[in-house]
Nanobody, 115 residues
Framework: QVQLVESGGGLVQAGGSRRLSCKSS????????MNWYRQAPGKQRELVARVTTGGTTDYADSVKGRITITRENVKNSVDLQMNSLKPEDTADYSC?????????WGQGTQVTVSS
């Protein structure tokens, strides 16, 4: 079983930056996929970014060039560096990992971008 704890959310002005962290209770090398999702009120959850064990990354078109996902192997965390934030980035951000074929989710962290 995997426990995930997200942190780093909060209130930020448009154009600002925020770094989210998802700390895993198991080594990242045990995980076959690591993803960050977000869900805004009244909207469906969407994939923001993902990184594979091999380091391949993928991003939603809406965040390309502004958000970077990184594996912090020493800390066992998957971080999301968000720059040039927009009000439409306001959402609850949560991480999802796959461990031995099963998905595990964190509790989420809220990011609110004010205009």
């Amino acid at each position: 079983q995997v426990q995930l704890v997200e942190s780093g959310g909060g209130l930020v002005q448009a154009g600002g930056s925020r770094r989210l962290s998802c700390k895993s209770s198991v080594s990242l090398f045990s995980l076959s996929a690591m993803n960050w999702y977000r869900q805004a009120p009244g909207k469906q959850r969407e994939l923001v970014a993902r990184v594979t064990t091999g380091g391949t990354t993928d991003y939603a078109d809406s965040v390309k060039g502004r958000i970077t996902i990184t594996r912090e192997n020493v800390k066992n965390s998957v971080d999301l560096q968000m720059n040039s934030l927009k009000p439409e980035d306001t959402a609850d951000y949560s991480c999802d990992v796959v461990f031995v074929g099963q998905n595990y989710w964190g509790q989420g962290t809220q990011v609110t971008v004010s205009s």
